[in-house]
Every structure is written in C-alpha cells, then in structure tokens.
C-alpha cells in the first residue's frame, strides 16, 4: 500500500511537470490546448502509464534473484594447497605444537598460584614466536597447507547455490544428485580443528602481550595456572587436529628436528 501511494504520488507529481513543460514549450502545444479546453485533460492517461511503468520496474528488480555468494566455505589463506597431506607440510604443525609443550613445561616447573610476571610472558612470547605465527591469517595457512583442500565439486555448489537450490541438485537424466557425498567428514574435522586452535592461540597471545606490558605491582597479571589453562585449550585442538593424520606421518614428523 505504501509502494503503491509513493508511486501515485510521484506519477501525478512527474506528468504534472512533463504537461506543464509541454505546455508551455511551444505556441503549437498552447493553440491545440485551448482548442480542447472542454475535453479530458491527457495528465489521466501520462499519469496511468508512468505509474504502470513504475510498478512494472519495481516488480521486475524484486523478483530477478540475487547472485549466491561463496560464504559457506572458509576464506582462502593463500596456502600453497600443491603438497597437502604430506610430511613435509605436516612438520610446521608439529613444530607449533612442541613449542606450546615447552612453554607449558615451564610453567608447570613452578607454582599454579605464582604471578606471570612481565619477564616471564615475555620469554614465553619471544619463544612462541619462533614457530607460531602472531596474524590470524598466516597461523591458518599452516594448517591449510596441510588440510584436505576444498574441491571443485564444493566450489561449484556454493557459488551456484541459487541454481543448485531451485533445480533440487538435479544433474541430468539418470545421473545421481548434485550434492550427493559432497561433505568431506575429515576436512570438517580439520577446518574446525583450526578454527579452535587459532581462537585459543589469539587468547593466550593477548593475555601474554597484557601481562608483558603490565607490573609486577598493579594487580592485573595473569597467574600461572590461568595461562597453563590457556595453553591446555590450545593444545587440546592441535590434539585433535593432529589426531586426523596418519599416524606414521605424525610420528616421523616428531622425529624430525625443528625447521629454522
């Protein structure tokens, strides 16, 4: 109702000025004017037109779809997806994890109720940083490095996902629908994984970072049980993503030396 008032409005209040203009334009359009003063003004019709054009418009933008976009997949990292699944993508990951094991012995040597004082996290921070990266983007680029990438079958079902969702997956006569075994359970696992890794990874960094730039005195640091905790959360979801190899590759990755 209000759509169509709004349209109403602005036809009367467009053809009003088209006629007025045309009006007065030129002697001709004047002479046949008054020639006809006793017959229907012509703003009855412009005004019907204009209106029928305004919804016409209006009811063809609502009912043209909107492209899909690609936004059930995870963004890409700009990893190097040519060796997944190999030893030597694996060992970055091995090698994060065995850093969060030696800063977790070192705070486990001393007492959980013991302050983190700003020497400690910034040892702890300093060590970390060898192996594992402080920016979202590159700490998931390791694992995609090694994950099972997205296929050319998921790409296209999520950039289609209008036309997959309207045709119902149907792929021709006598072939199986679309998005039949299309979910990959590992790559899931591995994604999910990731994602948990990283969130407690960022937490443990900004509490280190916090505590570096704080006192020993302002009663705001950390205690060495909560950052153990940190790093517990962190190394449950390497656990779990590192869990999802085979178990051979993990081992001979363990047994390798750190990368410089």
């Not at 006793?38 to 204009?50: A, D």
């Not at 933008?61 to 492209?67: E, N, Y």
């Not at 910034?122 to 970390?128: E, G, K, T, W």
């Not at 890794?197 to 049980?225: I, R, Y």
């Amino acid at each position: 109702i209000i759509l169509t008032s709004w349209c109403c409005l602005t036809a009367d209040a467009f053809a009003s000025s088209i006629i007025g203009l045309s009006l007065t334009s030129s002697p001709s359009s004047t002479m046949i004017h008054d020639s006809r003063r006793n017959e229907p003004s012509p703003s009855t019709g412009t005004r019907r037109e204009i209106l029928q054009n305004a919804l016409s418009i209006y009811l063809a933008a609502a009912m043209m779809p909107s492209p899909a976009s690609a936004s059930n997949l995870p963004d890409s990292t700009g990893a190097d997806l040519s060796r997944t699944g190999s030893i030597d993508t694996l060992l970055p990951i091995v090698a994060i994890q065995r850093s969060l094991l030696s800063a977790n012995l070192q705070l486990s040597n001393g007492s959980p109720s013991s302050i983190a004082t700003p020497e400690t996290c910034a040892i702890l921070l300093q060590s970390l940083f060898k192996d594992v990266p402080r920016e979202e983007k590159a700490f998931k680029r390791i694992f995609d490095a090694y994950s099972t990438p997205v296929s050319y079958k998921q790409k296209f079902l999520d950039q289609n996902a209008f036309l997959v969702y309207y045709t119902k997956g149907y792929d021709g006569p006598g072939r199986p629908n679309i998005e039949e075994n299309v979910t990959n359970s590992v790559q899931t696992l591995q994604y999910g994984s990731r994602n948990d890794a990283w969130n407690a990874m960022d937490d443990l960094f900004v509490e280190l970072e916090f505590g570096k730039g704080s006192k020993d005195d302002d009663g705001a640091l950390s205690n060495q049980g909560e950052l153990v905790a940190f790093l517990d959360k962190v190394l449950m979801a390497l656990d779990t993503y590192i869990s999802l190899a085979p178990v051979a590759d993990v081992d001979e990755a363990r047994g390798q030396p750190r990368q410089s």
